[in-house]
């Protein structure tokens, strides 16, 4: 079964939050088992927005075909949408039916970990370069990193091109912006929020997981640093740093330029940074569920029979 945060509300504020989604799946805790999988976004003020959850069997190709049909059934896609998630196949693969023209992009904790526990090499020294290259927002400093990268292991480097693909994982060869989401921070917080009502029975954990929504709710100029020199043009947003153009929002030296101007630096963030998007985000209200007498089920609801959970008792 598949339970959206209010549909209205959630679709709704949607409209107003980065155009970007993350997935992941937990495990439940009850007598039944099963498994919850969770879609999220990130509103204005970069809180956890959730969109829909879905309880099913375990991660596999059904589970979430049937997950990302009705994620696109009910929130459609927009421009320049991506999703993010690890690396499962049924991920993968639900993507390529559902969303062919979607980006689609992986966490770089869980590859990191695929990386570290293929190659085996000096962990610090792997991780930093890693993720310099991943947050890399110029070309110069992402091929300074693969070269740490080749110092570490040769083999590295055509893993992470050839195999994953430097669209999946690093900022600067994504096709969409991914407004500084490149780890599994969303995902990992739910699932940590999310931690104690998984023992829950299904109705109970659903409803659990309502009221925790409901109280959610042109002028170009040159910056000098002490090594460096940056060109920012306020009037198109962009900076040779080229960090004010990916994250769509003022980076240190937009900052000095504004500050310097006395402009108001809100004017020169993307919509989904603003004030007016996180109002918007929650100007709907998520209400009580109410008495089941009132409820209007569609007739195919009404004659749907639930039948017991297949169950395996445990050893």
Same mark, same amino acid.
């Given at each position: 079964?598949?339970?959206? $945060?209010?549909?209205? /509300? ?5 409209? =107003?939050?980065?155009? %970007? ?39 596999? *190709? ?15 896609? $927009?421009?320049?949408? $991506?999703? !993010?998630?690890?690396? =499962?196949?049924? !991920? ?13 992009? /992986? ?6 970990? +695929?990386?570290? @526990? ?14 310099? #290259? ?5 070309? @110069? ?7 740490? %990268? *080749? ?9 992470? @091109? +050839?195999?994953?693909?430097?669209? &999946?994982? @690093?900022? %600067? ?43 959610? +709710? %042109? ?36 900052? #000095?330029?504004?500050? &310097? ?7 020169? $963030? ?20 109410? *008495?089941?007498?009132?409820? *209007? ?12 959970? !297949? ?5």
């Amino acid at each position: 079964m598949i339970r959206k $945060c209010n549909p209205e /509300v959630s679709i709704e504020g949607w409209k =107003h939050c980065t155009p %970007l989604i993350v997935v992941d799946a937990t495990f439940l805790k009850n007598a039944y088992g099963g498994t919850l999988i969770i879609a999220s976004a990130q509103d204005a003020d970069r809180h956890i927005f959730p969109l829909a959850f879905s309880v099913v069997d375990s991660e596999n *190709d059904a589970s979430w075909q049937y997950f990302m049909e009705k994620l696109k059934e009910s929130y459609g896609e $927009c421009e320049d949408q $991506c999703i !993010i998630s690890d690396r =499962h196949e049924s !991920i993968t693969k639900a993507m390529k039916s559902v969303f062919p023209n979607l980006m689609h992009v /992986v966490y770089c904790f869980h590859l990191f970990q +695929n990386i570290k @526990t293929r190659f085996r090499k000096g962990v610090d020294d792997l991780r930093d370069a890693f993720y310099c #290259a991943a947050k890399a927002y110029n070309q @110069t400093d992402f091929d300074d990193c693969m070269r740490d %990268l *080749d110092n570490i292991d040769s083999r590295i480097r055509p893993y992470l @091109t +050839n195999k994953v693909g430097l669209e &999946k994982w @690093t900022r %600067l060869y994504s096709r969409n912006k991914r407004y500084s989401t490149l780890t599994s921070n969303i995902a990992e917080s739910m699932n940590s929020a999310l931690k104690e009502i998984r023992e829950l029975p299904i109705g109970t954990l659903l409803e659990c997981l309502r009221c925790l929504v409901q109280t959610s +709710n %042109l002028v170009i100029y040159t910056v000098k640093e002490l090594q460096n020199s940056y060109i920012v043009d306020i009037l198109n947003r962009t900076c040779t740093c080229e960090r004010f153009q990916y994250d769509e929002m003022p980076c240190s030296h937009a900052m #000095a330029v504004i500050s &310097k101007r006395y402009m108001k630096c809100y004017e020169y $963030c993307s919509y989904y940074y603003t004030k007016e998007a996180f109002l918007a985000t929650y100007e709907g209200s998520v209400l009580p569920i109410g *008495d089941p007498k009132t409820w *209007d089920l569609p007739d195919n609801i009404k004659q749907l029979q639930v039948f017991p959970s !297949i169950y395996k008792r445990p050893a």
